[in-house]
T-cell receptor, first 111, second 112 residues
């Protein structure tokens, strides 16, 4: 059974600061997704990481994947208020696209 | 515009009633998924379907049923057997061999 743990679960940051969200998972997975969710809304796809050592960047967010350590990170650079949201990681179980979600990290960026 | 639509956006149900949530996609995606999200939690998989006329149970299928008669449609029925159905329900789809799983806007179900 694939288990996913994110930490921290809550993160309060000041604008301009850097921080990293960690996603650990328990068994082999062929890909890992990062999603953003605003309150009351659906999920918005941020990154799909397909192989060991994959690194993707979009704006102030950068995601990486270490399949050997079963670890993905989402790094936030120079945070701004617009990044306030809940972030989920979700490794895929098997080839069928079944995603197993972490608990989510609720990020609050304060001026 | 291509995308995934879910209806209704809000749904209220009396105890003992069955209700059906709609999910439609015009992306020509092969696989479709239903997830449930409880407040402050991640998503949990209810059912999924990789081809028409075939579907599999996810982690929390009890009290739910689905059908996949058409490629573009994957309705979810929440039956009276589901003990605590109040939640946010999200439908998703992915192209076979594709990398991105897209989500619909969701249906918020409340049991009165």
């Amino acid at each position: 059974e694939l288990k996913v743990e994110q930490n921290p679960l809550f993160l309060s940051m000041q604008e301009g600061k850097n921080y990293t969200i960690y996603c650990n998972y328990s068994t082999t997975s062929d890909r890992l997704y990062w999603y953003r969710q605003d309150p009351g809304k659906s999920l918005e796809s941020l990154f799909v990481l397909l192989s060991n050592g994959a690194v993707k960047q979009e704006g102030r967010l950068m995601a990486s994947l270490d399949t050997k350590a079963r670890l993905s990170t989402l790094h936030i650079t120079a945070a701004v208020h617009d990044l306030s949201a809940t972030y989920f990681c979700a490794p895929s179980l098997g080839g069928g696209g079944k995603l197993i979600f972490g608990q989510g990290t609720e990020l609050s960026v304060k001026p | 515009d291509g995308g995934i639509t879910q209806s209704p956006k809000y749904l209220f149900r009396k105890e003992g009633q069955n209700v059906t949530l709609s999910c439609e996609q015009n992306l020509n995606h092969d696989a479709m998924y239903w997830y449930r999200q409880d407040p402050g939690q991640g998503l949990r998989l209810i059912y999924y379907s990789q081809i028409v006329n075939d579907f599999q149970k996810g982690d929390i299928a009890e009290g739910y049923s689905v059908s996949r008669e058409k490629k573009e449609s994957f309705p979810l029925t929440v039956t009276s057997a589901q003990k605590n159905p109040t939640a946010f329900y999200l439908c998703a789809s992915i192209l076979k061999g594709g990398n991105e799983q897209f989500f619909g806007p969701g249906t918020r179900l409340t049991v009165l």
